[in-house]
Nanobody, 123 residues
Framework: QGQLVESGGGLVQAGGSLRLSCVAS????????MGWFRQAPGKEREFVAD????????DYSDAVKGRFTISRDNAKNTVYLQMNSLKSEDTAVYYC????????????????WGRGTQVTGSS
């Protein structure tokens, strides 16, 4: 049974940076697409970024493109989300997720989820 555990969230002033980490265990994730999603209070869970297992190609939502960077270290079973130039509207619980082989922006397509880490951007 696969498990994902996020860390690195916190409170940061607008314009600041945070790096989230997600450690995978319990199964082989080397052929999984790894994704980051977020959910703000009263809103649906939304796609943030994903990274392919095949060639490390990445995809970002328009809201974070140019500010956030997703990366992975397969040797450590870890995926990262570097968040720069944070805004108050980035405030949300951030979730790490994985799915086998193919990329997707839909949360419904992901099989494994972490419990989330809170990110709060203060204005």
């Amino acid at each position: 049974q696969g498990q994902l555990v996020e860390s690195g969230g916190g409170l940061v002033q607008a314009g600041g940076s945070l790096r989230l980490s997600c450690v995978a265990s319990g199964r082989a994730f080397s052929r999984d697409v790894m994704g980051w999603f977020r959910q703000a209070p009263g809103k649906e869970r939304e796609f943030v970024a994903d990274i392919s297992w095949m060639d490390d190609s990445t995809d970002y939502s328009d809201a974070v493109k140019g500010r956030f960077t997703i990366s992975r270290d397969n040797a450590k079973n870890t995926v990262y989300l570097q968040m720069n130039s944070l805004k108050s509207e980035d405030t949300a619980v951030y979730y790490c997720a994985s799915r086998y082989l193919t990329v997707s922006r839909s949360p419904r397509d992901y099989s494994y989820w972490g419990r989330g880490t809170q990110v709060t951007g203060s204005s």
